[in-house]
């Protein structure tokens, strides 16, 4: 990090469609006659997958696939970067490994980016510290924000956000300095209303080989939940009806991960359990009503997000197992709800030791006139 330049932001997570607000410290050690302090907020999103694939190679006629279309094994790493860094037409298409050769074949799905930018000073600059304040809308739509790749690096995901500040110096049209942040952003969730349906499961029954059937609800406290949090569960399990008795009761978090393409191709990445917890059971011709369960979100997992190329879900699974002869050819009971997971990011800590702050008056800053500008000179 450039240690002229320091972001602080006043919120860790911004909430979709409300400002990010925070301030960022610049340490000029020249005299400047004209500078321009520029703000940028920029968004990138996209996802990638790599397939290779072996294919028949014959070391004695290395012709019979053209050199220019080959990328050697030591720089395969050079193309897992974000696709809009290389573009298409000149990334290769086979991969050399030793003496096995192997077709490289890329999907991206990509977004458009969103830019704003804000001037936030015009003008002569003097070797000092300035602090300026800062206030950058974002849309009220966007996603949160999120970041995935495979151990392998051959999948990749991400819908990112940054924050640049730039000095520019227009009479040499180049750029003096230059320093970008991550902001995290919350997306949007469903309305009140949705939320509360989305957090009651329906009842479910199964057939258990003409021994009867069992029923079981599901109800959540909520639908929205941060990483680490405690997830309250109310069930309802009636085995009244049946012959069988429930063993246990299984509750089980799914993470689903899945990249759509630029030609709409949905490929699954992912679609694991991240946690599972056993619920006790009950006997035959009993009912168990209105039981409580905590459950203990794991503390690393990404946000949802649900885009046009980018699908990252949670569902929590409930089901009622009975642990008897056969009982695998009945049809499981079992309930799903989707959950929430947001981004959650601990707040922000930076050290401005030695920085020392002067107001100085009559400081243009462009009619942004949430934005304040101060100064003090740099000790010798």
Not at 2 to 10: D, G
Not at 53 to 59: A, G, N, T, V
Not at 231 to 249: A, F, G, P
Not at 265 to 283: D, S
């Amino acid at each position: 990090m450039n240690r002229n330049v320091l972001f602080k932001f006043f919120d860790p997570v911004t909430l979709a469609g409300d400002q990010i607000r925070g301030e960022c410290f610049i340490r000029i050690t020249q005299e400047i006659p004209k500078a321009q302090i520029v703000l940028t907020f920029q968004t990138k999103m996209y996802s990638k997958i790599i397939d290779k694939k072996q294919i028949p190679y014959d070391q004695s006629n290395p012709q019979m696939i053209p050199e220019k279309l080959v990328e050697r094994a030591q720089r395969i790493q050079v193309t897992l970067d974000s696709p809009f860094r290389q573009p298409k037409p000149t990334q290769k298409k086979y991969e050399l490994n030793g003496d096995i050769m192997y077709r490289v074949i890329r999907h991206y799905g990509t977004h458009e980016s969103f830019v704003y930018t804000q001037e936030l000073y015009t003008g002569q600059v003097k070797p000092a510290d300035y602090k300026f304040q800062f206030s950058i809308p974002t849309q009220y739509n966007m996603s949160s924000s999120f970041q995935y790749k495979s151990e392998d690096g051959l999948k990749q995901a991400k819908c990112g956000y940054k924050v640049t500040l730039r000095v520019d110096l227009p009479d040499e049209a180049s750029t003096l300095m230059m320093e970008s942040a991550d902001v995290f952003i919350n997306g949007r969730t469903a309305s009140e209303c949705e939320q509360f349906r989305q957090c009651e499961g329906n009842i479910v029954q199964f057939l258990c080989l003409n021994r009867g059937t069992v029923e079981l609800s599901l109800k959540l406290n909520k639908n929205n939940f941060i990483p680490g949090e405690q997830l309250q569960i109310e069930y309802t399990l009636d085995n009244t009806r049946s012959q069988r008795s429930i063993s246990r009761v299984e509750a089980r978090l799914i993470n689903k991960l899945t990249f759509i393409d630029d030609d709409e191709i949905e490929r699954v990445v992912e679609n694991v359990k991240v946690f599972q917890q056993n619920l006790g059971g009950v006997n035959s011709g009993q009912k168990l009503e209105r039981q409580n369960a905590l459950l203990e979100i794991p503390k690393n997992l990404r946000a949802t997000i649900k885009t046009n190329i980018i699908r990252n879900q949670y569902f929590l699974q409930m089901e009622a197992i009975a642990d008897a002869f056969l009982t695998w050819l009945s049809v499981p009971v079992v309930c799903q709800i989707p959950i929430n997971i947001q981004e959650s990011q601990l707040p922000q800590k930076i050290n401005l030791e030695g920085w020392n702050f002067l107001p100085i008056m009559n400081v243009s800053v462009n009619a942004f006139s949430n934005l304040t500008v101060q100064q003090s000179f740099v000790p010798t």
